[in-house]
């Protein structure tokens, strides 16, 4: 008897953990990035540290929708008094250099999430057969997802927004 009440007991406690640890992998909710970090395809890391400047992930119902500006520092104000038909090339490029956005279906299969934009600021992946890969992991309650890009590569780390 003492072994079957302590098999049940390992099966439960088994069956408890793996729900609780279900729920925390869902990536379903709005997540902010708190840190990044990567490697240049040359071999040099480099990092934000503090200087996050304000991007959000959100992930619903098997759509997406991903914003950040991708820099430590903020990006540039217009100049005063000058209409956004009418401000210079260089202003557009401090603008928009930074800015990543696109939104969209996604899926996770596994530690992979694969994303299928709908509308992006970068066209190219809005083209039919674009399908952005991400690895995931989790640190805690954080998720980690990785880009890669050849030899590059670059880590965002995003805690849950309440």
Do not use: C, K
């Amino acid at each position: 008897m003492r072994i079957r009440t302590g098999t049940l007991t390992v099966l439960l406690a088994l069956v408890v953990g793996s729900a609780g640890l279900q729920a925390q992998e869902s990536i379903e909710g709005a997540w902010e990035i708190v840190q990044v970090w990567g490697e240049t395809a040359a071999g040099d890391a480099w990092s934000y540290g503090d200087a996050i400047q304000p991007s959000v992930f959100i992930f619903l119902d098997g759509y997406y929708s991903f914003t950040a500006v991708n820099a430590p520092e903020a990006r540039p104000l217009p100049p005063e008094g000058v209409a956004r038909p009418d401000l210079p090339l260089e202003y557009g490029e401090a603008v928009w250099r930074t800015y990543l956005s696109n939104s969209g279906t996604y899926e996770v299969d596994g530690e992979t999430l694969v994303t299928h934009p709908t509308v992006a600021l970068w066209p190219p992946f809005m083209a039919e057969d674009s399908r952005p890969v991400y690895e995931m992991e989790w640190d805690g309650e954080d998720l980690l997802i990785t880009t890669r890009a050849g030899e590059a590569w670059r880590v965002w780390r995003l805690e849950r927004l309440p």
